[in-house]
């Protein structure tokens, strides 16, 4: 595949703008809302289009004693929303309904740009009762979810179908002294990644899984992507923050994303080796450690995967190089890169 | 006064809820926009509280011919909107005719919670057009505005009577070693004060007024609250960030705030003395430097002033001290702390 040609330098608003780059309430499309249980006051958990309202309608075809999984309704301002039908009450039953539905639509050719063979990960993710609140309602059954506090499990391929949020660790691995200036492992993406081929990634960067935590999540990334050993992750990685956007793809598809975000300082005095990332797995081509100063002109052209562009920006934001005195854009920056995401959407 | 008295133990939610405690989408009393000129199209610049719009509706009494400085209007979705009527169109007549209507206000007697002789500040504060975006617009008339790029100034005690966002600088000094741990200067306040007497603060903080950048309004407030010496701060401050939030008072008066945050980590290898904040103008008590693991339950009692609390929140947050992991309302406090001002209050 081509690699990623370069733009004219943007702006850092706009590299935000490619990553939050869509809002629910200013759609084209109308969309509804995807509630756990009928109701307004049931939290949203996502968001579908009107191709996959109609698809999950269709689900509902058949004789009339048969049980039908999916139900629509207008809540009391008559804005449309569907839910599972009230029978469909357990993560184990939410679970099994998702898992059978998507894998007879990528079997029969549905969706296939999304779900397709060459799309479909097999790996589960965790859809969460309210994206932003406390988790911990009781979890009706917990059976095999694991006494974990999430509503259900669902293809990762499938959450840009359904608009549910998913949730991912990003770290930045870097070195500042006063002679060098601050330094990081930077990673280029292998051409063949069915996503950003090529591009420019954080240090460790992946999705959380169901059954793990965002710590433990970042553990087992840095090992499968960089070759970072376990203890060099749980002795040096800081949490630091989170940043949160609604990603649209190019096909309309909707991603909305929190990535909590670590940093790893390589102490000053420290042997660097056990910090320096290594290619593992092969979703990496190479790692390379830049200066920042190098950095910022290949981001500002465009060769970032966009929310590693958001998390370098929120990096240099906490690290004092972005500041409300020489960004204008700066608060605009801030409240974009740490966004809600209200599901108001009529 | 009295010394604050000590909660049961909040939440860190419930903190960043005492300081963004207000959302204008759900405000129970319907509000008006403040626009620079009429037209949905120019940017809100505050909100309005009944009483205040039938009061700028009344300064409008007088003879046909006279020229009547505001106009009452219904947006395109018959939203009702206050702005400055068509003559008063530079930053100099928009500054002109609100100090003449605020003064007349004060010494009348209107408002005296807000803008009374004892609430009276006598600082002229920034209004942008744009309270996040880029203040880039050239100026209709530089004049007495200094070329700065805002739509005109207004008294600070009023801000909260018109609901414009008004812009602060909050730094917290700090020590971080293995031996002691993260200890940081804590001021209390001077129970003279007339906004939260006695409680704690950060060890520095102030508004940022008409003329200056955050930057120098730091350097300015560092030696008149704490005495810490310009080339201290100029050397050692650092920008990380902000956070922005929708505060009420108990009187229901608007105030959304922006505070830029900084950090003064001093040099483990340093002299400490240069870096030790002192009262200098009788705002402040006394500091102290305590280790964050005293400052913690303070301010979890609500002995902080409310957006102080948010300002440490986020350095925890970004500090590692608060995580994905050990914190349920970690996203939630993350996004209110970086709110955004929408004024859509119908």
């Given at each position: 595949?081509?690699?990623?040609?370069?733009?004219?330098?943007?702006?850092?608003?706009?590299?935000v703008?490619?990553?939050?780059?869509?809002?629910?309430?200013?759609?084209?499309?109308?969309?509804?809302?995807?509630?756990?249980?009928?109701?307004?006051?049931?939290?949203?958990?996502?968001?579908?289009?009107?191709?996959?309202?109609?698809?999950?309608?269709?689900?509902?075809?058949?004789?009339?004693?048969?049980?039908?999984?999916?139900?629509?309704?207008?809540?009391?301002?008559?804005?449309?929303?569907?839910?599972?039908?009230?029978?469909?009450?357990?993560?184990?039953?939410r679970?099994?309904?998702?898992?059978?539905?998507?894998?007879?639509?990528?079997?029969?050719?549905?969706?296939?740009?999304?779900?397709?063979?060459?799309?479909?990960?097999?790996?589960?993710?965790?859809?969460?009762?309210?994206?932003?609140?406390?988790?911990?309602?009781?979890?009706?059954?917990?059976?095999?979810?694991?006494?974990?506090?999430?509503?259900?499990?669902?293809?990762r391929?499938?959450?840009?179908?359904?608009?549910?949020?998913?949730?991912?660790?990003?770290?930045?691995?870097?070195?500042?002294?006063?002679?060098?200036?601050?330094?990081?492992?930077?990673?280029?993406?292998?051409?063949?990644?069915q996503?950003?081929?090529?591009?420019?990634?954080?240090?460790?960067?992946?999705?959380?899984?169901?059954?793990?935590?965002?710590?433990?999540?970042?553990?087992?990334?840095?090992?499968?992507?960089?070759?970072?050993?376990?203890?060099?992750v749980?002795?040096?990685?800081?949490?630091?923050?989170?940043i949160s956007?609604?990603?649209?793809?190019?096909?309309?598809?909707?991603?909305?994303?929190i990535?909590?975000?670590?940093?790893?300082?390589?102490?000053s005095?420290?042997?660097?080796?056990?910090?320096?990332?290594?290619?593992?797995?092969?979703?990496?081509?190479?790692?390379?450690?830049?200066?920042?100063?190098?950095?910022?002109?290949?981001?500002?052209?465009?060769?970032?995967?966009?929310?590693?562009?958001?998390?370098?920006?929120?990096?240099?934001?906490?690290?004092?190089?972005?500041?409300?005195?020489?960004?204008?854009d700066?608060?605009?920056?801030?409240t974009?890169?740490?966004?809600?995401?209200?599901?108001?959407?009529?």
């Amino acid at each position: 595949m081509a690699e990623p040609s370069p733009t004219a330098p943007q702006s850092y608003l706009s590299l935000v703008e490619t990553c939050d780059n869509f809002s629910p309430a200013r759609s084209a499309e109308k969309l509804a809302t995807w509630r756990l249980a009928p109701g307004p006051s049931s939290p949203a958990i996502g968001l579908l289009r009107p191709s996959v309202v109609l698809q999950l309608i269709n689900e509902n075809k058949g004789t009339p004693d048969e049980q039908k999984p999916w139900s629509f309704f207008l809540d009391d301002t008559d804005k449309p929303a569907m839910t599972f039908a009230p029978w469909v009450d357990t993560p184990a039953k939410r679970t099994a309904v998702m898992q059978e539905m998507l894998e007879r639509w990528r079997d029969t050719g549905l969706y296939p740009n999304v779900i397709g063979p060459r799309k479909w990960r097999g790996e589960m993710y965790p859809i969460y009762r309210n994206p932003f609140g406390k988790n911990d309602a009781p979890l009706e059954e917990a059976g095999d979810e694991s006494g974990l506090n999430y509503a259900f499990r669902m293809e990762r391929a499938a959450c840009a179908l359904f608009g549910t949020v998913t949730y991912g660790v990003h770290m930045n691995v870097f070195l500042d002294d006063p002679v060098h200036g601050c330094r990081i492992w930077v990673p280029k993406r292998a051409k063949t990644k069915q996503t950003w081929p090529g591009y420019f990634d954080n240090s460790v960067a992946g999705g959380i899984p169901a059954g793990l935590g965002p710590f433990e999540s970042l553990v087992k990334e840095s090992m499968e992507e960089a070759s970072i050993a376990e203890e060099v992750v749980r002795s040096h990685a800081r949490a630091v923050g989170s940043i949160s956007y609604f990603f649209s793809t190019s096909e309309g598809w909707l991603q909305p994303e929190i990535e909590y975000l670590y940093d790893l300082r390589v102490p000053s005095n420290a042997d660097p080796a056990p910090f320096q990332p290594k290619p593992l797995d092969g979703e990496v081509e190479s790692f390379e450690l830049l200066p920042l100063e190098d950095i910022v002109p290949k981001m500002r052209a465009g060769l970032f995967k966009a929310n590693c562009a958001g998390a370098l920006i929120d990096f240099m934001i906490r690290h004092g190089y972005l500041t409300p005195d020489n960004e204008p854009d700066f608060q605009e920056i801030i409240t974009r890169l740490h966004g809600r995401f209200e599901y108001n959407t009529w």
